[in-house]
């Protein structure tokens, strides 16, 4: 059984949007953050979001179209401007990290998601 459960992945066509969704369990970590995984392809760190105050990080090749954002229980990605290089399995997982720990590095997250697939057409 998946501790993290994310939900919101899809087909859109290139320039479209979609909203990923994940409901952490209730572990200790300070921050929950996005990943994917294309096939043959390492995990990439997408964003981060610390919870107590909500700082974000992003990759730079999301920076400016993704959104990463909470409300309640739940940890959002909003995806804009989608290309197909951004098709992937999306995964959140959940760490707790120090201050000088690179915050979308996928190895520093220890509870993990089944994943969600975004497939964007050209």
């Known amino acids: 059984q998946w501790r993290l459960v994310e939900s919101g992945g899809g087909s859109v066509q290139a320039g479209g949007s979609l909203t990923l969704s994940c409901t952490p369990g209730?572990?200790?970590?300070?921050?929950l953050g996005w990943f994917r995984q294309a096939p043959g392809n390492e995990h990439e760190g997408v964003a981060t979001i610390h919870i107590d105050d909500s700082t974000a990080y992003y990759a730079s090749s999301v920076q400016g179209r993704f959104t990463i954002s909470q409300g309640g229980d739940t940890v959002y990605l909003h995806m804009n401007s989608l290309e197909p290089e951004d098709t992937a399995t999306y995964y959140c997982?959940?760490?707790?990290?120090?201050?000088?720990?690179?915050?979308?590095?996928?190895?520093?997250?220890?509870?993990w998601g089944r994943g969600t697939q975004v497939t964007v057409s050209s």
């Open positions: 209730r572990y200790t970590y300070n921050y």
């Open positions: 997982a959940t760490a707790y990290l120090g201050p000088k720990q690179d915050k979308l590095r996928a190895q520093n997250y220890n509870v």
